[in-house]
């Protein structure tokens, strides 16, 4: 039984994992951290005995604190890339901008605001009058603003895995479709 008691030595592992999953210390690597979760890449964060361990993190993310076992350290990372084997979900950044996987778009403030309350609710239907208070706070410009906004959209995530359905009557519908980013 081995056991390892510091970051660098760990990192040393992620070679034996293909890269697929990074292994960072916390929270001296919190900046790598965060960009392996815009990206989708699965992290396995080694938190230092005297620190806290993140309190936000995605499906992707898992932590050890150190000093750790060998064996805890592989099924941590045998665990994580399990999970990256997944088709990637997508994820709305600060700056607007719509990732899946190592694939983007930039989405207009309003597009945004829409694709964050689809994604809020993907797989069930929204109504176009939630996607309109959503989108326009102050009150939409018109009975058609949502549905403007829409054509444009959908070819905007179409390219990431994502479609918006028309439920008739009812609103609308995000599905995120089972590609491979």
Sequence with gaps: ??????APRARRYEASFSGSVAILAWPEQRAEAAACGRTGQPRLLLVA?????PDDWDGLTDWVRLPVDDRDLCARVAALQRLAARAPEPVLDEFDVLWRSDRWTALAPIEARLVELLLARCGTVVSRCDLG?????DGMPGARAVDARLRTLRDRVAPLGLQIHNVRRRGLMLEVNDVRG
Excluded at 1 to 6: F, K, L, P
Excluded at 133 to 137: H, L, N
């Design 1 to 6: 039984m081995s056991v390892i008691d510091d």
């Design 49 to 53: 005995p005297d620190a806290e361990p």
């Design 133 to 137: 208070a959503a989108a326009w706070p």
